[in-house]
Structures are given as C-alpha cells and as structure tokens.
C-alpha cells in the first residue's frame, strides 16, 4: 500500500465515516460506495488510517487478530482469502476497566485459539512448522467482534476497512504449550447463559489455527510491519459466532482427546 493509495479521498472518505460511528456510537452505512466490495488495497488502506488515528489519540498496537477464517464465511462474502485487523491495548476486556475500552455498537462474540509470540516472524521460510517455534504460549480466547456499519451489512472491503469487525477481547488464564497438544486437533464448545451456541474444531480455522498464523506473518512482512515478539494473535474463529447482549454470560472451552485444556469466561456489562 502507498502513500498515494492512502490519500485518495475514497480513502479518506471511507475512514471519516467509520470514524464518526466510533464517536457518536451509532451505525453508519457500509463504506463500499466509496472504495467497492472487494478492493484489497483501498480496504487496507483505509484500515491503515484509522489504525494511525488510533495510535495518534494514545492507543498501543499489543497485537493483530486474524478473520474470515472459515470457508462458509468467505463463500457468504464471496471471497477466497481470510483477512487481518489491529488490537489495541484498550480492547483487552480482561485487563482494561470497562469505561476506558473502545464503545461496542452491534457486538457478537466467538471462542478460538491465541497465541502469544515469543520470537519476531521475520524471514523467507515462514511456514507452520517455523511460526510454531517462535510461539511462547497459546491461550483460550474470546473475541467480542463489532461493527461500525449499520446491520452488520458488510463485504469484503467493508470489514477489512473496519478493522476487521474488532471489538475487544478476552484472553483466558491457561498458558498452553504447543508441546502438549496440536491446534488443529482442538475442539471448541461456546455457552451462553449455560446453553451451548457454537462448536468447532482447530482444523476449522484455515484447516490449522497455525496455517493462519503462518498466513499473517507473511502478509505482515509484506506489507512492511512483521510480527514481533510479545505480540498476540488471535487465529481465528473455530465456530460460528453468536449475538452478545448485556448482562450475557459467556464460557468456552478447549479440550483435544486426551482432556481439558483450558477455559475462558467473559460477561458483557451495560456501558454508558
């Protein structure tokens, strides 16, 4: 992405309008009128503004997510690629007070595996099998997605410049080591309120939550700002993901075949 690519006023355009949702807290219309459906680099692009706003008003980068990482998703959006977006330090829903987070507008949430880099992912051979050895740990984690465009109405281009529909998210306590299990061989079980919503499995997140990540440290690196240790990733969504309202009482859990291997609670509080 250039410089230019990032002035044009779609661009700039595109990032008002996401901007104002984010400070009046209501829902704007999708923003493909302006830079199309399905536009990588104007999409990216726009991300890239409204990451640097971000960072300009105090915000710190703690880590990237990865989305559209199930097949039935990218055939509904009409896409054949998963897409990346920014955390920040605020979105951390475990260790930030609720007034000092990002306002949620449409929230929904979903259960899937993080990882927490122990070493950069710089290099030409960044495949599964290297981005496994410079993961410190894994984590159970819950992903509190949101959007800024009005009845979730998105494409392509809309959620990659919305920054990936991030919201918050919360990590859980277990410190997993990738020398105990394998990521794609995990299974996925979400409750609300005690009643299941969503299941999945490792292998559904791009077939291996590490193929993902190997997927976004190359696309990172590309784009001139690889992964770094002490950064972490969320891999993707395992299972579908469900509506979230206040008051809401989420628990998931991981296990492989041999037991458990860790859970993670979160509870949506009324903001004001």
């Not at 299941?196 to 077939?207: N, P």
């Not at 939550?209 to 972490?232: K, M, N, V, Y």
Request: aromatic share 4%; proline share 6%.
């Amino acid at each position: 992405m250039t410089t230019i690519t990032s002035e044009l006023p779609a661009v700039l355009a595109a990032a008002e309008r996401l901007a104002t949702a984010t400070q009046l807290g209501v829902p704007v219309a999708a923003v493909r009128d302006l830079i199309g459906a399905d536009d990588v680099d104007l999409a990216y692009a726009v991300q890239s503004r409204g990451t640097r706003r971000r960072i300009d008003e105090g915000a710190r980068v703690v880590g990237h997510k990865i989305g559209l990482t199930s097949t039935a998703v990218q055939r509904q959006l009409g896409v054949d690629q998963p897409d990346f977006g920014v955390l920040f330090h605020d979105m951390d829903a475990g260790t930030t007070p609720l007034a000092q987070r990002p306002r949620l507008l449409q929230p929904k949430i979903e259960a899937e595996l993080a990882f927490v880099l122990g070493a950069d992912l710089t290099g030409d051979d960044l495949d599964p099998i290297s981005v496994r050895g410079a993961i410190d740990y894994a984590a159970p984690a819950l992903e509190i997605v949101d959007s800024r465009i009005a009845g979730w109405d998105i494409t392509f281009g809309d959620t990659v410049a919305d920054n990936a529909s991030s919201g918050w998210f919360v990590l859980g306590e277990q410190r997993l080591s990738l020398d105990d299990f394998e990521p794609r061989e995990i299974t996925m079980a979400m409750r609300i309120d005690g009643e299941i919503v969503s299941r999945g499995k490792g292998a559904d997140c791009l077939g291996d939550p590490l193929l993902a990540l190997a997927w976004l440290a190359r696309t990172a690196q590309a784009l001139g700002d690889p992964l770094r240790a002490g950064e972490i990733v969320l891999s993707g969504a395992l299972g579908p993901m469900a509506p979230l309202v206040p008051g809401a009482r989420v628990h998931a859990e991981l296990t492989q075949r041999s037991g458990p291997l860790g859970t993670v609670d979160f509870t949506l509080e009324e903001q004001r």
